[in-house]
């Protein structure tokens, strides 16, 4: 019997390649055990200091307020420093949303603000200028979906991104608005931005007032936030230090620096 009958012959039979003509010469090897296999992504191996899951849960109590406040109010403010899941939240509940069919598009902004120098002149067409500062929400977006299909529904205009200047005059109905960044959007930028909010849509704002590329003086973000507080429909989520869910280093950071 050769080599190829004698393998489907134990695929079959269900019996494993454990006879001589599968040994260290063969093509055909065992796959290891879980107990040799090192790491594994199983939820039950609990020795992992962290895992990669695409399901949305929250790893704080902090993050938890944030993803209740974006489940029941129309307009959410997430306020809190770097590290602390605020875009990425943001933009896994408007992917959830509109797997879900609650809205019909996701419309994600961010300022194209240089972050303390300048990088000159960029060729290409107005996509191509403004990738450099709208990359982490392309980052965010194809961690919840693949990369075609994020091409895919921009395609289609379900998923829209573009720079706080090019959203003056508009009303954003029916859809899902994430606000990046905002600590770089002046007191009027911010006005602006949140009066497009339309009929049947979320907005959720989000940004770090300590870590602006603005003069102190010119941001907008803390004061709008507490103007925003005195109004029950609209929720000011305000994330700390221990909310921090990336290298535990820059908790350790932010509470120095």
């Known amino acids: 019997m050769t080599k190829r009958a004698a393998i489907k012959r134990q695929s079959r039979e269900g019996g494993a390649f454990d006879g001589p003509d599968y040994g260290q010469d063969s093509k055909v090897r065992r796959l290891p055990t879980a107990s040799n296999r090192g790491w594994s992504p199983h939820p039950s191996n609990d020795d992992r200091e962290q895992g990669y899951l695409k399901t949305l849960k929250p790893k ?67 996509e191509d200028k403004l990738a450099p500062y709208l990359r982490p929400l392309y980052d965010a977006l194809s961690d919840r979906l693949t990369m075609k299909r994020v091409g895919a529904l921009m395609a289609e205009g379900l998923i829209e991104i573009a720079p706080v200047g090019y959203m003056r005059g508009r009303t954003l109905n029916n859809a ?37 590329d603005l003069l102190p003086s010119l941001s907008g973000l803390a004061d709008i936030a507490a103007r925003l507080e005195a109004v029950p429909e609209i929720s000011v989520v305000r994330l700390a230090e221990g909310d921090i869910v990336r290298h535990p280093l820059v908790a350790s950071m932010i509470g120095v620096l």
């Open 60 to 126: 704080s109590e902090g993050q938890a307020a944030l993803l209740n406040a974006i489940d029941t109010s129309n307009l959410c403010v997430a306020l809190g420093p770097a590290g602390t899941g605020k875009t990425y939240l943001a933009v896994a509940k408007a992917v959830e949303a509109l797997e879900a069919g609650k809205v019909g598009r996701i419309v994600l902004s961010r300022p194209a603000v240089e972050a303390g120098e300048s990088i000159g002149f960029l060729p290409g067409a107005m």
């Open 176 to 212: 899902f608005i994430v606000i990046d960044e905002a600590q770089n959007c002046t007191y009027v930028q911010l006005k602006m931005l949140l009066t497009r909010l339309g009929w049947h849509s979320t907005m959720v704002v989000t940004g770090d007032p300590g870590q602006t």
